[in-house]
């Protein structure tokens, strides 16, 4: 079993940044890969980061270039970096960990772009 802790969300004006934490227990997530998703209201959830055990990434076409993820395995965290955000990043971000037979999702944590 993992339990998976998102943090960081807020209340941001366009064009401010954010950091999300999700912090992993329950057992070691180094040798996972971990993402991030979101979904706004009335929308499907969509991924939009994901980081490999070995560190590569990818990232969704709308994110590229503003959002990081980073992972540190000696915290059993996973981070994502927001800068630049839009109304349109508005939604709530959830953690995931991939541990082969089944994952695990966290709570969520929301993000509102807004002036």
């Known amino acids: 079993q993992v339990q998976l802790v998102e943090s960081g969300g807020g209340l941001v004006q366009p064009g401010g940044s954010l950091r999300l934490s999700c912090a992993a227990s329950?057992?070691?997530?180094?040798?996972?890969?971990m993402a991030w998703y979101r979904q706004a209201p009335g929308k499907k959830r969509e991924l939009v980061a994901a980081?490999?055990?070995?560190?590569?990434?990818n990232y969704a076409d709308s994110v590229k270039g503003r959002f990081t993820i980073s992972r540190d395995n000696a915290k059993n965290t996973v981070y994502l970096q927001m800068n630049s955000l839009k109304p349109e990043d508005t939604a709530a971000y959830y953690c995931?960990?991939?541990?082969?037979?089944?994952?695990?999702w966290g709570q969520g944590t929301q993000v509102t772009v807004s002036s």
């Open positions: 329950g057992s070691t997530v180094s040798a996972n890969a």
């Open positions: 995931f960990v991939d541990r082969g037979l089944r994952g695990y």
């Open positions: 980081i490999a055990s070995g560190g590569s990434t």
